[in-house]
């Protein structure tokens, strides 16, 4: 069974910084692809960043170019993304993903707020 298990979400003050997990099984991670999606309450799920398979190539919405950093370990199957000058739009649940497959974790909440 595929499991993604996301984890590192929380309530942080504006400025700061959180560093999310996933903890991916039941399928060949080091195959795959895996992105961070997000979704705030009345908005579309916005892909926030993708990492190839292999980590040699990443892509970030504009939004959190410079911010935000993904990042796996294939030898631990799991996928990161640590974010820094977090800001009140930053404010979603965050889901992790895979390609191929398409599967998806049940989320994990940030909350940016002072």
């Known amino acids: 069974q595929v499991q993604l298990v996301e984890s590192g979400g929380g309530l942080v003050q504006p400025g700061g910084s959180l560093r999310l997990s996933c903890a991916a099984s039941g399928f060949s991670f080091s195959r795959s692809a895996m992105r961070w999606y997000r979704q705030a309450p009345g908005k579309e799920r916005e892909l926030v960043a993708h990492?190839?398979?292999?980590?040699?190539?990443?892509h970030y919405t504009n939004s959190v170019k410079g911010r935000f950093t993904i990042s796996r370990d294939n030898g631990k199957n799991t996928v990161y993304l640590q974010m820094k000058s977090l800001k009140p739009e930053d404010t979603a649940v965050y889901y992790c993903n895979t390609w191929p497959g398409n599967y998806w974790g049940k989320g994990t909440l940030v909350t940016v707020s002072s």
């Open positions: 990492i190839t398979s292999d980590a040699s190539t990443t």
